[in-house]
């Protein structure tokens, strides 16, 4: 197993903090700059990858570890600023 594969699996376990912040910090650039490309507003951006990390960590267990992680958080990230995008045009 990879190291990103390790740090999920550890980050699954109850003292799995140390291993989600390491996650953090190596996906946040990509994640704040994904959402910035759907929202348009900085911060925004950073408002929609604080709340993508939160249901990644939240859903960690059922995450597959044969897919790769930026792509299921920015899969979250995606459903994320769809529903801001929504509430925006609604508003």
């Given amino acids: 197993m990879d190291d990103l594969g390790s740090l999920v699996k550890e980050a ?3 003292e799995g903090q ?3 912040t390491e996650l953090v910090r190596r996906f946040q650039d990509m994640a704040v ?3 910035f490309t759907r929202l348009g ?4 951006a950073e408002d929609a990858a604080q709340e993508s990390f939160l249901r990644a960590y ?3 267990d059922r ?3 044969k897919r790769s992680f930026a792509t ?3 899969s979250i990230a995606s459903h994320y600023c769809i529903d801001r995008l929504r509430k925006r045009r609604l508003s």
């Avoid at 507003?41 to 925004?44: M, T, Y």
């Fill in 33 to 35: 700059g994904f959402a």
């Fill in 18 to 20: 140390r291993a989600f």
């Fill in 41 to 44: 507003d900085f911060q925004h």
């Fill in 12 to 14: 699954r376990s109850a």
């Fill in 72 to 74: 299921w958080l920015l």
């Fill in 63 to 65: 995450y597959d570890l």
């Fill in 58 to 60: 939240k859903a960690l």
